[in-house]
Every structure is written in structure tokens, then in C-alpha cells.
């Protein structure tokens, strides 16, 4: 009765052994298929080139959809700034901090819409904008 009970302890155990190490082989194949995924490039454009012979519409389309990701990280911490001066008055650091991260945001924001412009005008005029953001 001992030696049957041991037997079928060890064999339960020996299946979870085995179920441990393939979920563990899963998880390794996984995490080095999520590593080569992050590495892999599916298209650069060169946002820093004003070359009429890359894409201006697509580089202005870029930087026109990283300002309108700014101002709304700015509409937060705008957002966020009147819920500290409720909660913690008009003098505390979160306030000041909050407030100064949205000016960021918004002039982060409107450098962008420069750089959207400036390859507009590269599509437009066919020539490298000679004016500085």
C-alpha cells in the first residue's frame, strides 16, 4: 500500500515536472519572440530630413500626430494640476509641477506643428524651408 501510494506520488509529480518545463519552454519562446519584435524596424521615415525625395506628407502627417498627442498629455496635467489645488491647495509642488509639465507639453506641441508645417511646405514648394523652429 506504501509502495503504490509512492509510486503514484512521484509519477503525479514527475507530470507536473513536465508541465512546468514545457509552460516554461512557452514562456522563454515568447519572451524571446517579443524581444526580436521590438527590434525589428517595419518603416523609418526621416523625420529630420527636409529632402523632397522622402516623404513630406507622411513625416508632416508624423509630427501632426505626436503635437495632438502632446496636447492632450498637456489637457491632463492641466486637468490634473485643478484636482491637486482642490485636494492639496494652490501652493503645493504637485500644482506648480503639474502645471509646468502641461506648459511643456503645449510648447512641445506647437514645435511639432512647426516641423508639420515646414514639410508641408516641402511638399508644397517642392524646396527645404529656410526659416528655424
Known sequence: MKKEFV?????????????????????????????FSG??????????????????????GYYRHQAA?????ANAQ?????RYERLFGPEADLVSGARLLAGYYEQTAKELDHLAEAH????RDGKRPTTSP
Open 78 to 82: 492641466t486637468t490634473a494640476a485643478m
Open 69 to 73: 498627442a502632446m496636447r492632450e498629455k
Open 120 to 123: 508641408t511646405s516641402v511638399e
Open 7 to 35: 509510486r503514484r506520488w512521484d509519477t503525479k509529480i514527475s507530470q507536473e515536472a513536465q508541465m512546468i518545463a514545457s509552460a516554461s519552454r512557452l514562456l522563454l519562446v515568447g519572451i524571446v519572440l517579443l524581444a
Open 39 to 60: 527590434c525589428v524596424s517595419l518603416g523609418v521615415i526621416g523625420t529630420g530630413s527636409h529632402d523632397a525625395s522622402d516623404d513630406p506628407k507622411a513625416i508632416a
